[in-house]
């Protein structure tokens, strides 16, 4: 981990319409890396993904990926660069079957023989694709949509994966077996990652740096290991009751960020 | 005998109604808008067409007059698109629905213009004379119109299936977002797509002008091939074809058999039922997202 980081965010600030969802966020992410950014709903964590891969446009500063700065530039030119977003709830086309699916995954790449090669990496992490390989999508379970969402992402063999809450509405198992899978794609393919969650306790297992972000303003950073440490986010986001001597009312403390 | 012709010339018909209606569908399936113009499309298609092969105009040969023609109307589909379509988005519907309606108009009236408002023929070699097959006298074009349309929805389920823009469409078309995080360039795609509608309607255009005289007011029956879209279900390009297919066959065994004045509204009466039984339609695509 040395150099420039891979994709570095300066101040950025971007509207959701009228409202003013990200307020100056800065953040890096290593090559290798798997970075969280942990936040409430409306914390502006999907915007900021949305920024970086293109879908909006930020009013203020600036998105820089392996040294050439893409803020603004149309979607489909960041994914050729390697950015893909695995969106938030699933987003399948319901209609085509798993295959297609992942033949969109990787529609921006031309090299045939290695995307078939990605195609039977992508069966391995996630057997129960190859299994509905024919299916349509549509008629896949909630938690096979999110694997199938995932698997398309891998399929641009991406330098960094943008991951939006891929635990949203999946039951605690099942979000243990992707979070795994996520695991190992990052230690034996070397997928570099952010993740935005609401889940922190499982994000900040996976991830090696956290950022939190409360009203588009990122509040708090660190190592994750140190982030699962702080008795703030161990109030407020893992939901720990502290047995201090006083034992203060979680609605009394004040969080020291503020 | 009689019921054999009557079919033909019924099925005839609904190829001609069932690729407008194709067009509707493409698309309302990639911009979620519809195109009230696409019977004029049909109508500018045949009136280019006559314009490119008919003895006073140019008078090319017709099999080049056909694709050229074929091709100036996707062309056209994809500068309407991208000149002035694409700036509408963003906006409502309605906004896209009422500019369509207004681009009847005026394709109508420019038609009028160049062409006249006189019903003219085609010079099409697909309109000679009748082939008899065991007793049953048959339209030669009605059977051309029969064929082409098999072959060309044979191409158009090819390509939807088998190459990468075709498949890049029906992703744009599900689900627009998710198409943009996959790198297809969404909206060049939906402007591929104006123009495949354009060069279907120019092929509708080509058979019904072979099958008949044809003037500016032509485009009209655009509203005919939008009951067969909502009757196949509006989301789906089979269920398109066999909308028109339906509505073409009704009409002949209607005329013959039903009242003057009941068999015209035949189709519609199909529509009604069609919306209150199945509202989705008869081949609708609908699947529900999973939360």
Redesign the interface.
Known sequence: MMGAPLLEVRNLESFYGPIMAIRGVSLSVEEGQIVTVLGANGAGKSTLLKTI?G?MDPEKGSVSFDGAEIQGE???R???RGI????E????????SVD?NL???A??RKDRSAIERDREMVFEYFPILAERRHQ?A?????GQ?QMLAIG?GLM?RPRIMLLDEPSL?LSPLLVQEIFAILGRLNREEGVTMMLVEQNARIALELAHVGYVMEIGRIVMNGDADRLMQSEDIKAFYLGQQEAGQRSEKRWKRKKTWR | MDGVQLLVSGLANGCVYGLIALGFVLIYKATEAVNFAQGDFMMLGAFVTLGLTNAEYLHLPFWIAAPLAILIMAFFGYLLDLLILRHLFGQSQTAVVILTIALGFVIRFVAGVIWGHEPQTLESPLAFGDVSLGGVVLGMADVAVIVVTVLLTWSLYQFFQRTKLGLAMQAASQNQMAAYFMGIPVKRVQGLIWGLSGATAAVAGILFASKGAIDPNAGLLGIKAFAAAVIGGFGSLPGALAGGLIVGVIEPFAARYLAAGYSQIAPYALLLAVLVFRPHGLFSQVRTKKV
């Open positions: 891969s879908i149309e979607p489909h960041i994914v050729s893909v977003h695995v969106p709830g699933r987003e399948v086309f319901p209609l085509l297609e033949s969109l995954g529609y921006t349509e549509g008629t896949l379970s909630g949509q398309r641009l509405g």
